[in-house]
């Protein structure tokens, strides 16, 4: 706002000029005018071009306004009051009240006052102007002075909501950050510690009961007991792997080619539980490359997606599909031939009962900009889940959207359709429980 008021001014006593040099008396008069013209007008243009710089000069110099007050009072009394330098008069109290405060304002819109009088004192050998005409600038002092130091009190107020303002934010990005790394590592410890250990819990159990048994068998028990010693071994490497990730920084620089971890992954599912499964991808020419998390939430959804069909589904055998279509999404499709989920199946109610691996999927899509669905096998005849994801490559031309708007653009999908499953949920009986 300065620098406009210093613009304003420097136009004005531009325009002033040539009446204060004519009015001026020859010899001594028109040099001390036109010196008065060259530091008014140098001065006023440097402030107006350079005020980040020559700013804070001004403000710890008050005197130097004083001092471009009193040079100006040489053109004010040589043009007279009724030019446009009125107009710079009664900008310097409201300089001063911008720049000191209602002090300064009312300094310089007294010495400013005093000025003014003093020329129409100089002036009543020609003219005689009333005492309302005399007033007249003077009170435009006043007002503009008092409407600097309004406007210096509001610039500050305004400063220090938005320096609060831009607190708050930080703060609820920082607990935004904190409540997404903590629904990670919730994530992470559900889709391998917490499994693994679930494991080695029921490996104990089988121990302990064949322990108990009248007549045990060594051969048994020693199979048992290496199969707790391979869990446990399992969970103590999961941790160990999580606790590296953990203190590793996290790139999305690094690409990684998504079909042979999925290949081994569904390979590793049916080595370890014996469930026969198929697995159906593109060739190596269409294999897209990933960036690394994106990678591995996707890996961890097929995990999750396959250890739910062992689990809860109660079938025999689990199809997987990767597909890509029109050459910029790619689809994948995890289907079992069980039970299906129960018809009253949300996410709230598997958080509240303690169950969180959909809701785990659901979040990992939403963070690679995914959209994730889970619905009964199409013709699976009532029997049967099929788990479907398709995800935007952000490699692909097509997809000219920021990860942040595609993020925001899945979440609100599968959170719609989270809605539209709980409300058909709701019109029909309830099923059997999870």
């Given at each position: 706002?300065c ?7 420097l136009?004005m ?8 040099l004519?009015?001026a008396?020859?010899?001594?008069g028109?040099r001390?005018?036109?010196a008065?013209?060259?530091v008014t007008?140098?001065a006023s243009?440097?402030?107006f071009?350079?005020w980040?710089?020559l700013?804070?000069?001004?403000l710890?110099h ?9 040079i100006g009072s040489l053109l004010?009394?040589s ?6 330098l009125?107009?710079?008069?009664v900008?310097t109290?409201?300089l001063?009240?911008?720049v000191y405060?209602?002090?300064g304002a ?5 010495l400013?006052?005093l ?13 005689h102007?009333?005492?309302a005409?005399?007033?007249l600038?003077p009170?435009?002092?006043v007002i503009t002075?008092a ?5 210096r009190?509001l610039m500050?107020?305004?400063g220090?909501?938005?320096?609060t303002l831009t607190?708050v934010r930080?703060?609820?990005?920082a607990?935004?950050?904190t ?5 990670r590592?919730a994530r992470e ?10 494991g080695v819990?029921?490996a104990?159990?089988a121990?302990?009961?064949t322990?108990?048994a009248p007549?045990a ?8 007991a290496d199969?707790v010693?391979?869990?446990?071994r399992r ?7 999580l606790?590296?990730d953990?203190r590793?920084e996290e ?6 080619p ?7 992954a569904?390979?590793a599912?049916e080595?370890?539980?014996g469930?026969t ?9 269409a294999a897209p490359?990933?960036?690394?998390p994106?990678?591995?939430d996707?890996?961890?959804?097929t995990?999750?997606a396959?250890e ?5 589904a109660?079938?025999t055998?689990?199809?997987v ?5 029109n050459?910029d ?12 989920l129960?018809?009253d199946?949300?996410?709230?109610a598997?958080?509240?009962c303690?169950r969180f691996g959909?809701l785990?999927m659901?979040?990992r899509a ?7 669905d ?9 029997r049967?889940?099929?788990v479907r994801?398709?995800?935007?490559l ?5 997809n000219d959207?920021?990860d942040g708007d595609r993020?925001?653009r899945a979440?609100?999908?599968n959170r719609n359709?989270e809605?539209?499953?709980?409300r058909a949920a ?9």
């Amino acid at each position: 706002m300065c620098r406009q008021v210093f613009g304003f001014r420097l136009a004005m006593i531009a325009l002033a000029a040539p009446s204060a040099l004519l009015n001026a008396a020859p010899g001594l008069g028109v040099r001390l005018v036109g010196a008065a013209v060259v530091v008014t007008v140098m001065a006023s243009y440097a402030l107006f071009r350079d005020w980040e710089r020559l700013g804070p000069l001004l403000l710890r110099h008050p005197s130097l306004l004083a001092a471009d007050t009193l040079i100006g009072s040489l053109l004010l009394i040589s043009a007279g009051p009724d030019t446009t330098l009125a107009y710079v008069s009664v900008c310097t109290p409201l300089l001063a009240g911008i720049v000191y405060g209602w002090r300064g304002a009312a300094c310089f819109a007294s010495l400013q006052s005093l000025i003014l009088l003093l020329v129409h004192a100089t002036l009543d050998q020609t003219a005689h102007p009333s005492v309302a005409e005399r007033l007249l600038l003077p009170g435009f002092c006043v007002i503009t002075g008092a409407v600097g130091s309004t406007l210096r009190g509001l610039m500050l107020r305004f400063g220090e909501a938005t320096e609060t303002l831009t607190k708050v934010r930080a703060r609820l990005a920082a607990t935004e950050a904190t409540q997404a790394e903590r629904a990670r590592l919730a994530r992470e410890m559900h889709d391998s510690v917490a499994k693994t250990l679930h494991g080695v819990a029921l490996a104990a159990e089988a121990l302990a009961h064949t322990a108990n048994a009248p007549h045990a068998d060594p051969e048994r028990l020693r199979e048992q007991a290496d199969l707790v010693a391979r869990a446990a071994r399992r969970a103590a490497a999961e941790s160990r792997d999580l606790l590296t990730d953990l203190r590793t920084e996290e790139t999305t620089a690094s690409v990684t080619p998504v079909l042979p971890q999925l290949a081994a992954a569904v390979a590793a599912f049916e080595a370890r539980t014996g469930m026969t499964t198929s697995y159906h991808a593109p060739g190596p020419a269409a294999a897209p490359t990933l960036p690394h998390p994106t990678a591995h939430d996707l890996v961890a959804i097929t995990e999750e997606a396959l250890e739910n069909a062992y689990r809860h589904a109660g079938g025999t055998r689990v199809d997987v599909w990767v597909n890509l279509r029109n050459d910029d999404t790619l689809t994948l499709r995890v289907r079992d031939d069980g039970r299906g989920l129960p018809q009253d199946t949300t996410l709230d109610a598997l958080r509240e009962c303690g169950r969180f691996g959909l809701l785990g999927m659901t979040e990992r899509a939403a963070t690679m900009g995914a959209t994730i669905d889970f619905g009964p096998a199409p013709a699976g005849g009532g029997r049967g889940t099929e788990v479907r994801l398709d995800l935007p490559l952000p490699h692909r031309s097509r997809n000219d959207d920021s990860d942040g708007d595609r993020r925001d653009r899945a979440r609100n999908r599968n959170r719609n359709r989270e809605r539209r499953r709980d409300r058909a949920a709701r019109g029909r009986k309830t099923g059997a429980t999870t």
